[in-house]
């Protein structure tokens, strides 16, 4: 974007904050890298506006718990929350956010990319603004690679990952063949497991809402999965989550890690990766014979609790934190590559970003996610790594507690479905659904 219009953008900004009272503004965001970022530019903000902000940054299990109940209650604690795909639909139908269908014209809320924009609206209108988006994909070690003698194909089977994980793990110098996610949370371990199971044609519930897991495709995919990490993953892989695994990987200890795309700017960052100039990317793998494949489509996004005094100034933030000058900033400032990826298609048509190494994997792998159609089977919701119910987080917070018990040692992989199965159906019992 030109600068002329930058300073456009900045001074719509600066004519609204002046007529409206300077406020302090309280946010509720995850503790992830990109989030870290933006209260360091914060002071941007408040130039431009007046307004001051509070974070309040939480793991992100803690801060989905938090929020839920901040905003099932009516509790005011926060003026801004992070939430994603899975939460605003719902809460936006509850009527506990604020639609954001006046944003100013320089905002340019149609350049948010199509997936990211029907994924945070209900019925068309749009209750949170995307501050990233993500699907994911393989991150590995191209010198690890070269020598073992592999070469990863743009879109890997799971079993060619367990292969390469077999040549590239090193005990005696403390390399894992692969890092995953195994830690409790629907949006954790949970998410990742149920884009797994989707590639090997599982299913979390049938048409008529029956729960699945007592299927074969479960059985399968958990028993993959737990083999490949006890004998290629690294210790204690049942309380590693995004932020563990990112910190392996970035410390050379991981020969590939499945993960969130938007991992790729800080795997490859040199202030921050011991192994930056040795990272490759390929498409998240699917099951031999299986055409799903186990990437999922998210967003981090900001969206305002309908209870808040100040929402003006939310929406002010709002539209500072997810504008393309935002990504100008930070570029101006960190380089193309640490930019918000996933958000924007301006972002995508940019010259410079079209030159970093993992930007066209990042949208190959948005594209090829499909909330509409996640699994083999044919299901009766939406969502590739939830199911876009209320209930939802509820249960499958559960499931894959029982799930960790088994990364853990715990319990067997049939003790871990038959618990699972029982769960998922008496609670949708409960609820109606059967």
């Known amino acids: ?18 007529v409206s009272q300077a ?46 109940t901040d905003i099932s209650t009516n509790g005011g604690q926060f003026d801004i929350m992070t939430i994603g795909m899975y939460e605003t639909p719902i809460w936006g139908a509850n009527g506990w956010l604020v639609p954001l269908d006046d944003l100013s014209e320089e905002y340019d809320v149609d350049d948010i990319l199509p997936a990211m924009r029907g994924g945070l609206s209900n019925d068309g209108t749009l209750y949170a603004a995307p501050f990233y988006g993500e699907s994911s994909m393989v991150m590995y070690r191209t010198d690890l690679m070269e020598e073992a003698g592999l070469e990863m194909p743009e879109a890997p089977s799971w079993q060619f990952i367990r292969e390469a994980a077999a040549a590239m793990d090193d005990p005696e110098n403390d390399i894992n063949g692969i890092c995953l996610r195994g830690k409790a949370g629907w949006g954790e371990g949970g998410a990742f497991i149920t884009v797994t199971g989707n590639s090997f044609g599982a299913r979390w519930f049938d048409e008529n809402w029956n729960a699945q897991f007592d299927q074969p495709n479960w059985k399968e995919a958990l028993e993959f999965y737990v083999n490949l990490m006890n004998d290629y993953g690294p210790d204690g892989y049942a309380t590693n989550g995004f932020n563990e695994n990112l910190s392996l990987f970035q410390q050379g200890k991981c020969g ?3 993960d969130a795309t938007v991992a790729a700017s800080f795997v490859t960052n040199p202030d921050d990766s011991t192994v930056a100039d040795s990272v490759g990317f390929a498409l998240a793998p699917n099951a031999e014979g299986v055409e799903k494949r186990s990437n999922w489509l998210w967003a981090w ?6 209870g808040t005094q100040k929402e003006d100034a939310a929406k002010e933030f709002i539209e500072w934190a997810t504008s393309k000058e935002y990504i100008e900033l930070v570029a101006e400032n960190e380089g193309w590559a ?31 996610a499909d909330p509409t159609d996640p699994t083999v089977d044919p299901v009766p919701y939406v969502g590739i790594q939830f199911v876009a119910i209320p209930e939802f987080a509820g249960i499958a917070t559960e499931v894959s507690q029982e799930f960790s018990a088994v990364y853990a ?8 479905l038959e618990k699972a199965q029982a769960i998922t159906n008496e609670a949708m019992e409960a609820a109606g659904y059967r």
């Open 301 to 306: 996004a900001l969206a305002i609790p309908a």
């Open 409 to 416: 040692g715990q319990q067997s992989i049939d003790e871990a």
């Open 23 to 68: 406020e302090t503004i309280t946010i509720a965001t995850v503790n992830n890298g990109d989030m870290i970022r933006m209260q360091g530019y914060t002071d941007d903000f408040t130039e431009k506006t007046g307004h001051e902000v509070e974070w309040v940054t939480l793991e992100e299990n803690v801060l989905r718990q938090r929020v839920t």
């Open 256 to 258: 590939m890690w499945i």
């Open 338 to 368: 640490n930019v918000p990826p996933g958000a924007r298609t301006s972002l995508y048509e940019t010259p410079e970003y079209q030159e970093v190494p993992f930007a066209q994997m990042t949208l190959d792998s948005i594209h090829a």
């Open 1 to 18: 974007m030109k600068l002329s219009n930058a300073l456009r953008a900045a001074t719509a900004l600066t004519l609204v904050a002046g």
